[in-house]
Every structure is written in structure tokens, then in C-alpha cells.
Nanobody, 122 residues
Framework: QVRLVESGGGLVQAGGSLRLSCAASGRTLTPYAMAWFRHAPGKKREFVSGISWAGGTTNYLDSVKGRFTISRDNAKKTVYMQMNSLGPDDTAVYYC???????????????WGQGTQVTVSS
């Protein structure tokens, strides 16, 4: 069993920044990939970013490229996502996910965090 706990969400004005963190614990089997998804009201859950074990492979949703950066610290079993130039369309609950490979499909991830709310005011 793997437990994921997100933190770092909050309320920010448009143009602002936030840094999300996700700490993993339990029986993590290396190597493993980590990803961020988000779910906004009235919209489908979507892949935002993903990173491989060594960080050599990253993937981003087109609309966040150049604004969001995913990174990880394997010694701390923590993945981060720096979010800059936030806009109202980024408002959502953000979830981190644990899987074997970096994939955009949610079904590829076996464990999920509880989510952290990000709200961007205009």
C-alpha cells in the first residue's frame, strides 16, 4: 500500500504562483513514476504533468507548458509541481498519483492522494 499526501494548495490571484508537494509513504517499489492530475467542476479529470523515477522523462499538458514544472526528490519520496503565471482556468483540485510509467491516462496510476484545492481569482 502506498499513501500519498498533497500540500501547498490555496487561493492565489491571477498571475501568482504556488508550489504543490506530494509525499509518498508505505511500500513504494522503485522505480516509480509520479504525476499530477486536476479536476475542475464540470470538467473531466485531466493529466497535468508527470515525471519518471530519474527525472529524465517529463510530460505536460499543453496548456501548462512553460508555466508548470514538475520535479522530485527521491530521497524524500516527494514530488513537486511549481506553478507560475496561474490563471482562473487552473482552478481545480489537484491530485498526485503513483504509477510505473509516465502516462497521461489515469488508469495507469495505482495510488492517488486526497487532493489539494487550488483556486485562482481573476
Amino acid at each position: 500500500q502506498v499513501r500519498l499526501v498533497e500540500s501547498g494548495g490555496g487561493l492565489v490571484q491571477a498571475g501568482g504562483s504556488l508550489r504543490l508537494s506530494c509525499a509518498a509513504s508505505g511500500r513504494t517499489l522503485t522505480p516509480y513514476a509520479m504525476a499530477w492530475f486536476r479536476h475542475a467542476p464540470g470538467k473531466k479529470r485531466e493529466f497535468v504533468s508527470g515525471i519518471s523515477w530519474a527525472g529524465g522523462t517529463t510530460n505536460y499538458l499543453d496548456s501548462v507548458k512553460g508555466r508548470f514544472t514538475i520535479s522530485r526528490d527521491n530521497a524524500k519520496k516527494t514530488v513537486y509541481m511549481q506553478m507560475n503565471s496561474l490563471g482562473p482556468d487552473d482552478t481545480a483540485v489537484y491530485y498526485c498519483a503513483y504509477g510505473q510509467f509516465v502516462r497521461t491516462g489515469a488508469s495507469n496510476y495505482a495510488y492517488w492522494g486526497q487532493g489539494t484545492q487550488v483556486t485562482v481569482s481573476s
